[in-house]
């Protein structure tokens, strides 16, 4: 199992960012998936998530409205669009099926002007 996440940079505050979540080793289609982000000096919280035929989506109250989470299925890959970023949304993003494989490494996004 593997999770590979990219499309993280820098960023001004109300600017825009699409991460890609690339996942191998499992059957994609049939997990549910999250986004969670680690902010400098705290712990990680989860940010998003879609279930595995891509119903339902979650968000948690601070990025309502302004992320997206979505998946392409045939491709294995997830996305988190990401507009009007704040400063607090710096952190590290990563994906993972809840409580399915190892950790990535992450992609580190930064809002600052």
């Known amino acids: 199992v593997q999770f590979v996440e990219s499309g993280g940079g820098l960023v001004q505050p109300g600017g825009s960012l699409r991460l890609s979540c690339a996942a191998s080793?499992?059957?994609?289609?049939?997990?549910?998936m999250n986004w969670y982000r680690q902010p400098p000096g705290k712990g990680r919280e989860l940010v998003a998530a879609?279930?595995?035929?891509?119903?339902?989506?979650n968000y948690v109250d601070s990025v309502k409205g302004r992320f997206t989470i979505s998946r392409d299925n045939v491709k294995k890959t997830m996305y988190l669009q990401m507009n009007n970023l704040k400063p607090e949304d710096t952190a590290v993003y990563y994906c993972?099926?809840?409580?399915?494989?190892?950790w990535g490494q992450g992609t580190q996004v930064t809002v600052s002007a």
């Open positions: 080793g499992f059957s994609f289609g049939y997990y549910d």
């Open positions: 879609i279930t595995s035929d891509s119903a339902t989506t």
């Open positions: 993972r099926a809840p409580s399915l494989g190892p």
